[in-house]
């Protein structure tokens, strides 16, 4: 998420090097950002956030909710961390960011919207359903990052042990392509201009699969947003709002 003059980077789960070579790839240097935005505690999301301080020296603000800011672990030191109550608005640079709670089965999990020169966006992935609270907080995005981690029947006739399985269809766990699409059929703002689906599971589900269900259902609804799928391991491209 940027600016002219803030750059927040939400979550950080890649190495520094890749990282940073994600970032040359738009153009982007770590050196440049203003604070880190932490979604939860789980190492798909925080993992390289100790490399990422130590190479700034950790002059880098890290954002966290009051109770998963202290799951956070460090190698050597910790840097500066800006603590705030989940469901609360704050600032970051010229940035105005609207935190809300998630189901998930982290400590504190939440998702945020950002508002900034007239504009709105927001990203949500890591949760099990979607309440009519999230839905609140999504009404009126004209960018949105969502989720659409499995196929259900992908999920169950997959590798994982059924203990994961369950976990993963519970409403603490990740939303199914199914549910994605009762969503865009039902809720999605018709002034939604741009819907990027990722966190797309490798194993329990296909990123042609979430596009056609998507697809299908923004059909059904005669809406014009432009459909973007974030592949695993595969950069999108550079929004602009």
Known sequence: MATEKTRILID???????????????GEDPARLTAVLISNEHS?????LPVLERKLGYRLPV??????????AWDERAPHVETFQA?????????????FTIPHDAIDPVAFAFHTQGL????????????????????GAQFLILESNHDLEMLKVGPYPWAVKQRVMGRKGHLSND???DFIRDDLSAGTATLVLGHISENNNHPELVR???GQALTARSLSAKLVIAEPRRQT???TL
């Open 63 to 72: 954002y966290a909710t009051k109770l998963a800011a202290p799951a956070l």
């Open 237 to 239: 491209e550079v929004f």
């Open 44 to 48: 798909d999301h925080v993992s390289g």
């Open 120 to 139: 709105k966006a927001a990203l949500v992935t890591d949760l099990g359903y979607i309440p009519e609270s999230i839905k609140y907080h999504l009404r």
């Open 179 to 181: 549910v994605v699409s």
């Open 87 to 99: 469901g609360c608005r704050f600032s970051i640079g010229d940035v105005e960011v609207d935190s």
């Open 212 to 214: 056609l269900v998507a």
């Open 12 to 26: 950080a789960g890649l190495s520094f090097r890749e990282l940073s070579s994600r970032l040359a790839g738009i």
